[in-house]
């Protein structure tokens, strides 16, 4: 072939190779950020590098589905109300006598959550559940649940700033947290959350390792 | 045995650790100013002092009270002139009385860690304590009233 054929030939070939591996990769990065569509602090991008399995969006969002179920069942969802008011029973309905949040979640002058939530259960129908540390999410961060999407939740989850400073780590230990656990021994008179405490702790584990990633947006529960 | 610290003084009591605080102080010491309601953490006659916080002692058993500082209403002042008291008495807020020393301890937690409470602190403050008498004007009245003695008083 001539010469004068050849130049632009080659030149149009690496062109085309060039824009192929732009478009490529502009394809991955945005894909990879629609799915995950979450807000990543250091923790997490650190945590990822090191500590994760292979990442796996399909097993991390179907995990989360089923860590969603528990954590809006109302032994979750009614301590982390939208309002400062808790949540009651398992209509969710406020709290009878409105006790409120105050700054550090233990409530206001003479309605103080352990003014009335013992160290333990009380025996009997409807009794006062107990834990020694009962609380709400502090006033400077709320960690709602209720109202929030999946997709909302998840990338709450994993947010240091939303999250009340945890770490991916941390995450994971807090499924056996004394208070989160107070959730399986509600006493008399109250349902228990949809999964077993193992069963939760494994997807909730799962959701974490397999890279946390957050299901697509949708309607709120 | 049981050691208690009610109203500044020592009492060793021979119950059973789960019985609550209520029962001990009303049948085993005679402290009857605490009255028993409900029962169950719903009405607030009961509430006594647990190191400063407004228990309510039907509901806490006297295991928890063990090593700690309980004030009822017989121990609020020595001499019954608490500003709370005082202010009481001066718009006769009690109708029959039942529920006001529960009112009266709540009160008096809300004005240690509030000295000039508002309507909405107040609120915030009394919303588990009822009266079924329906003196809730007068208790808001007399609890601004008592934070204006404490102010004075300091
Ligand atoms: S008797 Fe304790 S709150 Fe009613
Ligand atoms: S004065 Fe009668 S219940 Fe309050």
Redesign the pocket.
């Known amino acids: 072939m001539k010469k004068r054929y050849i130049l632009p030939v080659r030149t149009m070939a690496i062109l085309l190779l060039l824009s192929s591996l732009i478009i490529f990769m502009n394809f991955r990065f945005k894909s990879e950020s629609l799915i995950r569509n979450s807000v990543v602090g250091q923790a997490h991008t650190e945590f990822l590098k090191t500590e994760l399995n292979a990442k796996d969006s399909v097993a991390s969002v179907k995990a989360f589905a089923e860590v969603y179920k528990v954590l809006m069942s109302p032994r979750c969802m009614n301590c982390h109300p939208s309002g400062d008011v808790p949540l009651q029973g398992d209509d969710s309905h406020l709290h009878a006598m409105l006790p409120k949040r105050g700054k550090d979640g233990k409530g206001l002058y003479a309605m103080k959550c352990t003014n009335c939530h013992q160290p333990t259960n009380i025996e009997g129908l409807n009794k006062p559940p107990g834990h020694p540390d009962w609380h709400l999410p502090p006033a400077n961060m709320k960690m709602v649940f209720e109202g929030r999407t999946p997709n909302q939740l998840a990338k709450q989850l994993v947010n240091p700033r939303t999250n009340g400073n945890k770490s991916m780590q941390q995450l994971i230990e807090h499924a056996d947290d004394g208070l989160v656990k107070a959730g399986w021994n509600p006493g008399e008179g109250r349902t228990l959350p949809p999964l077993s405490h193992e069963e939760f702790k494994k997807v909730w584990i799962t959701w974490i390792k397999t890279g946390a990633y957050a299901p697509p947006p949708m309607k709120a529960k | 045995m049981i050691k208690l610290t009610i109203n500044k003084k020592e009492h060793n009591v021979d119950v059973d650790p789960d019985t609550p605080l209520l029962w001990v102080l009303r049948d085993t010491l005679n402290l009857v100013g605490t009255k028993y309601g409900c029962g169950v953490a719903q009405c607030g006659a009961c509430v006594v002092h647990l190191n400063g916080e407004a228990v309510r002692s039907c509901v806490t058993k006297v295991s928890r009270a063990e090593g700690k500082k309980v004030v009822t209403i017989e121990g609020l002042s020595e001499t019954h002139t608490h500003p709370l008291q005082k202010a009481w008495l001066d718009l006769d807020v009690?109708?029959?009385?039942?529920?006001?020393a529960g009112q009266i301890m709540s009160a008096a937690v809300l004005l240690k860690e509030n000295k000039n409470p508002t309507d909405q602190d107040i609120d915030d403050a009394m919303a588990g304590n009822i009266?079924?008498?329906g003196?809730y004007l007068r208790i808001r009245e007399a609890i601004h009233a008592a934070a204006k003695i404490q102010r004075q008083d300091a």
């Not at chain 2, 009690?94 to 006001?100: D, L």
């Open positions: 009690s109708q029959c009385g039942y529920c006001q009266c079924r008498c003196t």
